[in-house]
T-cell receptor, first 118, second 115 residues
Framework: AQKVTQAQTEISVVEKEDVTLDCVYE???????LFWYKQPPSGELVFLIR??????QNEISGRYSWNFQKSTSSFNFTITASQVVDSAVYFC???????????????FGPGTSLSVIP | ETGVTQTPRHLVMGMTNKKSLKCEQH?????MYWYKQSAKKPLELMFV???????ENNSVPSRFSPECPNSSHLFLHLHTLQPEDSALYLC??????????????FGEGSWLTVV
């Protein structure tokens, strides 16, 4: 089965705290891609990162970092020193060759709603 | 400027009205998508177009009618909708379809309320 689980439905943190958003995926593919998107209250899903299954190096971009662990099928997202502007719904997503039909089929997780309190 | 623009951002329509949502992408992509996002539900893929050809209709009711005149423009024509169709409708694009791993870029969405 192809599936993305984001067990944390809602998280609240106080500004400047670090927060980790969990993402666990299931796939039969040996080659696949993982994504994170941010959806602020305005509605647009903003692309944050794409990682392929062969690259297990952790990535850091400013206050954002991602920890990809194939052994546990997880692709967790950490925000360091959170800010009010980080308040949004965050979606983890999976795309793999097993899903290939006539189009790209990206499986989205249910999302985690993050509230950063000033 | 966002790469995918949607108009209108907000729309209120009666159940007997006919309206359209418009989407334009400025990224040079060949694939375009309509997604529906309802409260408390996961993102639902509605339609996919690749090089102007519809490649997927995800069992969407006929009261939703897509149109893709070229690779840069996508419309969603709405007719005799129901209140349960109220949702955020997201347009998206990617380089092409048929290959996994292409990043999908989304527009800001059109908030639709059916009264």
């Amino acid at each position: 089965a192809q599936k993305v689980t984001q067990a944390q439905t809602e998280i609240s943190v106080v500004e400047k705290e670090d927060v980790t958003l969990d993402c666990v995926y299931e796939t039969r593919d040996t080659t696949y891609y993982l994504f994170w998107y941010k959806q602020p209250p305005s509605g647009e899903l903003v692309f944050l990162i794409r990682r392929n299954s062969f690259d297990e190096q952790n990535e850091i971009s400013g206050r954002y970092s991602w920890n990809f662990q194939k052994s546990t099928s997880s692709f967790n997202f950490t925000i360091t020193a959170s800010q009010v502007v980080d308040s949004a719904v965050y979606f983890c997503a999976l795309s793999g060759s097993y899903l290939k039909t006539s189009y790209d089929k990206v499986i989205f997780g249910p999302g985690t709603s993050l509230s950063v309190i000033p | 400027e966002t790469g995918v623009t949607q108009t209108p951002r907000h729309l209120v329509m009666g159940m007997t009205n006919k309206k359209s949502l418009k989407c334009e992408q400025h990224l040079g992509h060949n694939a375009m998508y309509w997604y529906k996002q309802s409260a408390k539900k996961p993102l639902e893929l509605m339609f996919v177009y690749n090089f102007k050809e519809q490649t997927e209709n995800n069992s969407v009711p006929s009261r939703f009618s897509p149109e893709c005149p070229n690779s840069s423009h996508l419309f969603l024509h709405l007719h005799t909708l129901q209140p349960e169709d109220s949702a955020l409708y997201l347009c998206a694009s990617s380089q092409e379809t048929g290959g996994y791993g292409n990043t999908i870029y989304f527009g800001e969405g059109s908030w639709l309320t059916v009264v």
